[in-house]
Structure formats: C-alpha cells, structure tokens
C-alpha cells in the first residue's frame, strides 16, 4: 500500500515533535484507518509525537490508545506533510479519539545520538579542513555518519577526543528562521549547496559548536549526550563512513 495514497486529501500533520522533542504523550483525533492485512494497520492522527523514517533517523516507536483499543506504533512514515503511524493492533478497534505515547527510552537514545552526530561533524571538520556530509543514521542498532572525504583510521582516537571535549553542558537551541536570515544564524553547517528551498528553516544550534537545518529530535544540553565513542570506520563510495556510540 503507497503511503502517499494514504496521504493524499489530508491535511498536514500537526508535527508536535519539531516543537518539543521531549513531548512523551498527547492526545490526537483519528482522520483515517486502513487495514493492510491482518491486525496491520495505517492510522493517520491529526497531531504526532512520532518522528518519522528519514532526515538521518530511524522512527519512533511505541504505542496509540483510545478507551477502547490499542495498537503498537512500528513505524512512523511522511508524505507530503501527513504523518501516518504503521501500527499493529493489539485489542478493540481504533476509535477517533486517541492518546499517542513514544517508546521514550529510545526516543531519548536517538535524540542523544543525533546531538552526538552535529558535534562529530565539527570535530571532523576541525581535523580535515571540513565536513561534508553524504549520508547519516542517527539511531540504533549502529549509528554512523558518511563524509566526503578520506579519512584515516588513525585519525579516529583524536576525532572522539575533540567530540568529547565539545561535550561540555553546551545549550542546544532549536528555532524556525526565514530564508532571507540563514546566512546570519547558520554557522559550521555543511551541504548548504544542496539545501532545498523552503518557506521557514528549522534550525539548530549547539551553542559554539555548529547551527544548521534539521528536521531532527535533540537533547536540550549537550550534558545529555554522554561520552561519545568512535566505534568503527569503513570506506564507502565517494568517501568515509564513521561509526559512533553514546555512553552515560
């Protein structure tokens, strides 16, 4: 089933997560439901805590309610601004009224790793001249993130140590900006090239170290991140993939 099938005629989704990435519950009216098959279903609420497949991270999880029904959200998907929640019903059947509620430990993993991984890109960029990015995963099993560059293994003890030192109870800030300020709020923000055009631009800025458009869930405080480890590095086409952890 194409999801922007799913989509098409709804109105966009009002995307809580963007707001607030440590929102855990809200209530949500139910637009649409379509079964798969079996107890798999697509289940479009009119707001969402779920951050869906893509910009880097991996969905959410966890789990949608109403009085009488309950289903465990898998996946979290987007089309043309709608949210629709990939869910497998567990009891009842879904009503139009519902509480959604985030597998917040893993919510918070990816939110650490993800700061982790705009910090990685300065400390790159500190020791190679910059930082280019080509691809990224900021979430479990392995995170890791692609540069355009050829990078050296032995380089991977002084890239964890420069990411680690940056890790100092830095606030991070996220606002929205008009096109006409980027060039006046942005700084150490790679692809900039390749950034499509947009109306308003979801910024965020780890105080010192970069601010750059992202669409994805952070931590407040660096503090949050905890240690962050180089885990493994492999050549890919057209350049670098590093792999990375947290750790309390």
Same mark, same amino acid.
């Given at each position: 089933?194409?999801?922007?099938?799913?989509?098409?005629?709804?109105?966009?989704?009002?995307?809580?997560?963007?707001?607030?990435?440590?929102?855990?519950?809200?209530?949500?009216?139910?637009?649409?439901?379509?079964?798969?098959?079996?107890?798999?279903?697509?289940?479009?609420?009119?707001?969402?805590?779920?951050?869906?497949?893509?910009?880097?991270?991996?969905?959410?999880?966890?789990?949608?309610?109403?009085?009488?029904?309950?289903?465990?959200?898998?996946?979290?998907?987007?089309?043309?601004?709608?949210?629709?929640?990939?869910?497998?019903?567990?009891?009842?059947?879904?009503?139009?009224?519902?509480?959604?509620?985030?597998?917040?430990?893993?919510?918070?993993?990816?939110?650490?790793?993800?700061?982790?991984?705009?910090? $990685?890109? +300065?400390?790159?960029?500190? #020791?190679?001249? =910059?930082? *280019?990015? !080509?691809?990224?995963?900021?979430? %479990?099993?392995?995170?890791?993130?692609?540069?355009?560059?050829?990078?050296?293994?032995?380089?991977?003890?002084? $890239?964890? +140590?420069?990411?680690?030192? #940056?890790?100092? =109870?830095? *606030?991070? !800030?996220?606002?929205?900006?008009? %096109?006409?300020?980027?060039?006046?709020?942005?700084?150490?923000?790679?692809?900039?090239?390749?950034?499509?055009?947009?109306? +308003?631009?979801?910024?965020?800025?780890?105080? =010192?170290?970069?601010?750059?458009?992202?669409?994805?869930?952070?931590?407040?405080?660096?503090?949050?991140?905890?240690?962050?480890?180089?885990?493994?590095?492999?050549?890919?086409?057209?350049?670098?993939?590093?792999?990375?952890?947290?750790?309390?």
């Amino acid at each position: 089933m194409r999801i922007e099938e799913i989509a098409r005629g709804l109105s966009p989704t009002n995307k809580i997560y963007l707001a607030d990435s440590y929102v855990r519950k809200c209530k949500s009216r139910i637009l649409k439901v379509m079964r798969e098959k079996g107890s798999n279903y697509y289940i479009v609420p009119d707001s969402s805590i779920f951050h869906p497949v893509g910009g880097g991270q991996p969905s959410d999880q966890g789990w949608i309610r109403g009085r009488n029904f309950e289903a465990e959200v898998r996946k979290a998907l987007e089309s043309n601004d709608v949210i629709v929640l990939y869910c497998k019903l567990i009891k009842g059947e879904v009503e139009e009224d519902a509480e959604q509620e985030l597998d917040w430990e893993r919510r918070h993993l990816i939110m650490r790793l993800h700061t982790a991984g705009h910090i $990685i890109d +300065r400390a790159v960029a500190d #020791l190679t001249g =910059g930082a *280019e990015t !080509i691809g990224a995963f900021h979430g %479990p099993p392995r995170a890791h993130v692609d540069y355009k560059t050829k990078i050296e293994e032995d380089l991977l003890p002084e $890239i964890e +140590r420069r990411a680690n030192k #940056l890790v100092e =109870g830095r *606030e991070v !800030i996220v606002r929205e900006i008009a %096109p006409e300020d980027l060039e006046k709020v942005i700084y150490g923000a790679p692809n900039l090239d390749r950034l499509p055009k947009a109306e +308003r631009y979801r910024i965020v800025e780890i105080k =010192g170290v970069n601010a750059m458009p992202c669409t994805g869930t952070h931590v407040r405080n660096t503090s949050e991140v905890g240690m962050i480890s180089i885990t493994g590095i492999e050549r890919i086409e057209g350049g670098t993939r590093i792999y990375y952890g947290v750790r309390p």
